[in-house]
Nanobody, 122 residues
Framework: QVQLVESGGGLVQPGGSLRLSCAAS????????IGWFREAPGLARESLGC????????RYADPATDRFTISRDNAKNTVYLQMNSLKPEDTGVYFC???????????????WGQGTQVTVSP
């Protein structure tokens, strides 16, 4: 059974950092991309980027450039989203997803975690 579990969200002050984790199980990770998305209040879910679990190649979408980094630990079947210099507009629910392809379109991803809340506020 495919399962993705996000963790690491919370309340952080502007300028702070958080590292989110996405623990994956139930499928062969080396054939999948893991993507990160966020859903801000009142806005559509947007792509932040993805990582190939076959060769570790990463792709980033505009919201994630410069401040966010996606990495993986294959031994732990876990993918991370390191977020630095956080801003109030980064507030939202952060999701990880798995699919054989990396797409910026949320509806093209097969498997989703439940999400973790990130709140950036003084």
């Amino acid at each position: 059974q495919v399962q993705l579990v996000e963790s690491g969200g919370g309340l952080v002050q502007p300028g702070g950092s958080l590292r989110l984790s996405c623990a994956a199980s139930g499928f062969s990770l080396d054939r999948y991309f893991i993507g990160w998305f966020r859903e801000a209040p009142g806005l559509a879910r947007e792509s932040l980027g993805c990582i190939s679990n076959r060769d570790g190649a990463t792709r980033y979408a505009d919201p994630a450039t410069d401040r966010f980094t996606i990495s993986r630990d294959n031994a732990k079947n876990t993918v991370y989203l390191q977020m630095n210099s956080l801003k109030p507009e980064d507030t939202g629910v952060y999701f990880c997803a798995a699919d054989p392809r990396c797409s910026a379109l949320p509806w093209e991803w097969d498997y989703w975690g439940q999400g973790t809340q990130v709140t950036v506020s003084p």
